[in-house]
């Protein structure tokens, strides 16, 4: 494994946070079950704390740990046509697994597999889902290279992952799947 890539993890498990890129645009995360890490990525990015955060899984497996049973239509119309991929899915999740900052509060989860080998190498390693939003300030725009990242961003964040971000230079789509029918909420890549 890439020495850098190493360091990247060590940090995510010691509750650092990383810059990475991504099949969509540049990401910044911390682990999910490390609820200071959490706050620390919210005040990071001037996130408001009610606002929910999207989290990066390395396979269904992974997010079905963290969510109520997947409805079957969702697994097979979505999931298995899409991930891993630029789709976002927004579904009912196990509350007590998911810190309430990531939820918004909230009883759902939005989550995403990437198709990206730095971000999945990352989680699979980390064994635990990624806090995935794109690494900007809030409401700044995405950066979809390393260029467009933020020079103060890359100054507070513990560590940052260069890299071939995704040819998609789009966000992901996202569907609330916790409603029927499914709404649409974002469209991006991803066309529904």
């Known amino acids: ?69 997947i409805d079957k239509e969702v697994i097979n119309k979505l999931i298995k046509q899409y991930w891993p991929g630029a789709l976002t899915l927004i579904l009912q999740c196990i509350k007590v697994k998911v810190p309430k900052l990531v ?20 989680i699979k390693n980390l064994g ?18 390393f260029d467009d990242l933020n020079p103060e961003l890359i100054k507070v964040a513990d560590y940052v992952l260069n890299g071939e971000e995704g040819a998609e230079k789009n966000v992901s789509t996202i569907i609330d799947c916790s409603v029927t029918p499914w709404k649409v909420l974002r469209q991006g890549t991803v066309k529904i």
């Open 128 to 145: 635990v889902p990624l806090l995935g939003p794109s690494a900007n300030f809030s409401n700044e725009k995405t950066p979809f290279s």
């Open 1 to 69: 494994m890439d020495r850098k890539i190493e360091k990247a993890i060590e940090i995510l498990k010691n509750g650092g946070i990383v810059i990475f890129p991504t099949d969509t645009a540049f990401g910044i995360g911390c682990r999910i079950d490390d609820e200071n890490a959490v706050k620390k990525l919210f005040k990071i990015r001037k996130r408001p704390f009610s606002k929910a955060t999207p989290v990066l899984v390395d396979s269904l497996e992974m997010s079905q740990r963290y969510l109520l049973p």
């Open 103 to 122: 939820r918004g509060g909230g009883n759902t989860l939005g989550v995403r597999m990437p198709n990206h080998p730095i971000a999945l190498s990352l």
